[in-house]
């Protein structure tokens, strides 16, 4: 029993930006494997390249979809505009976990592999 008979899952990350916002951003870690129920913490580097303040939000989308429901973010820096001040550069952070149902679910059971593709833009 418990979460230890559960498998793992490795947790890429892909970031995109739209020719709009003068930011540079990567994630720190290209991937995590991840225990399903535990609380994961990555982050995000984001350096702003031009010298005043520029505001960015980001969308995500989880690969694949059908896992999405299963993927749970705890803290996003996603969940707030984000402004950086002239040519500052800031770690974003995220905690995320991949809920252990996701193994219940026969659409599911055999995914071992999501995908966190974010993309940024400039804020209005």
Do not use: H
Request: net charge negative; with cysteine.
């Amino acid at each position: 029993g418990g979460g230890d008979d559960l498998p793992k899952v490795e947790v890429a990350f892909k970031v995109r930006k739209s020719a709009g916002l003068s930011w540079q951003v990567r994630p720190n870690q290209r991937s995590v494997v991840v225990t399903p129920g535990a609380g994961t913490q990555v982050s995000y580097r984001a350096r702003n390249l031009v010298p005043l303040p520029t505001s960015g939000t980001s969308v995500f989308n989880v690969t694949p979809l059908k896992a999405g429901k299963y993927f749970s973010k705890i803290q996003c820096f996603c969940f707030d505009e984000q402004t950086l001040a002239a040519s500052e550069e800031v770690d974003m952070d995220l905690v995320f976990f991949v809920d252990p149902a996701m193994f219940d679910d026969p659409d599911t059971r055999d995914v071992r592999q999501i995908t966190l593709n974010y993309t940024f833009y400039p804020a209005d």
